[in-house]
């Protein structure tokens, strides 16, 4: 694979979310595996045509609710049996039916900060800077009303020329070099 200084990747830009899932098909179909597709709403045979791979986030929310519950139950354990007994009418230290509330109080608060934090971390954010701004069209009709294809430079398959007559076949408005 040639390196391209510079260039992050070839941006073909497209009117109807139709042209880009059929230009993502047949690029995956060719060959190519780093692409991205930038829509202004969610296009689910975009994900499809790029062979989205499942989250890990469940998996996050899992092991922070987990550790949420563990860190509840001895924290609980650790004051009322070692730290700071209480002998109340002869009730006994470790009453664990007492510790289930607060326990599941940790166990939602512990998970919602591992989805959320787990998400941005897995998505890369928060990124300031992103190359495909650099591109001319890109800015004003990303949120609006156009659908974009980068295919990545980082590819294998990845040749400036070959890549932009491939871009150039499908019915694309325009294909762009993207600058780093």
């Not at 200084?5 to 993502?24: Q, R, S």
């Not at 300031?128 to 701004?133: D, E, T």
Request: with cysteine.
């Amino acid at each position: 694979m040639p390196i391209y200084e510079g260039v992050y990747g070839l941006l073909a830009e497209f009117n109807t979310p139709t042209d880009l899932v059929n230009a993502t098909e047949q690029a995956r179909a060719a060959g190519y595996r780093r692409m991205e597709c930038y829509t202004p709403y969610p296009v689910e045979e975009a994900a499809e045509a790029l062979n989205f791979h499942k989250t890990r986030v469940p998996l996050l929310c899992l092991l922070g609710g987990l550790m949420g519950v563990t860190t509840a139950f001895l924290m609980q354990t650790w004051i009322n049996v070692w730290a700071y007994p209480l002998n109340i009418a002869g009730r006994p230290l470790f009453s664990w039916p007492a510790f289930i509330i607060p326990a599941y109080e940790w166990t939602i608060l512990f998970a919602g900060f591992s989805a959320g934090l787990g998400m941005l971390g897995l998505n890369g954010l928060p990124q300031l800077y992103h190359p495909v701004f650099n591109a001319p069209n890109f800015r004003n009709g990303a949120t609006t009303d156009k659908f974009f294809l980068c295919l990545e430079a980082s590819d294998p398959k990845f040749s400036l020329g070959e890549t932009r007559t491939f871009l150039e076949q499908f019915p694309a408005v325009s294909v762009v070099e993207v600058d780093h």
